[in-house]
């Protein structure tokens, strides 16, 4: 069974930086896919970013610029790293990681930008 852990989520001032973590234990082989999603306060979760097995992106456009997807295969992680960050990035994060057959999700971490 897969387990997604999520870390580095907290808060922090508008224009801040932070680096949300995920790392996958478990039967790992069968995940291509990586990506993160978030859940802002009253909204639905929504798509952020992805990383595709080949090392491919694909950012939401209220992002792009601002945050950047990476992964390290050698770990079984991916990455989301958050630069200029505004209020309303203010949200749930959540990971996920797929492949043909399967869909797993991290629990969540919680990020709040605010003065």
């Known amino acids: 069974q897969v387990q997604l852990v999520e870390s580095g989520g907290g808060a922090v001032q508008p224009g801040g930086s932070l680096r949300v973590s995920c790392a996958a234990s478990?039967?790992?082989?069968?995940?291509?896919?990586m990506g993160w999603y978030r859940q802002r306060p009253g909204k639905q979760r929504e798509f952020v970013a992805t990383v595709s097995g080949v090392g491919s992106t694909n950012y939401a456009d209220s992002v792009k610029g601002r945050f950047t997807i990476s992964r390290d295969n050698a770990k079984n992680t991916v990455y989301l790293q958050m630069n200029s960050l505004k209020a309303e990035d203010t949200g749930v994060y959540y990971c996920?990681?797929?492949?043909?057959?399967?869909?797993?999700w991290g629990q969540g971490t919680q990020v709040t930008v605010s003065s």
């Open positions: 478990g039967g790992i082989f069968s995940i291509r896919d």
């Open positions: 996920k990681m797929w492949g043909a057959l399967v869909d797993y």
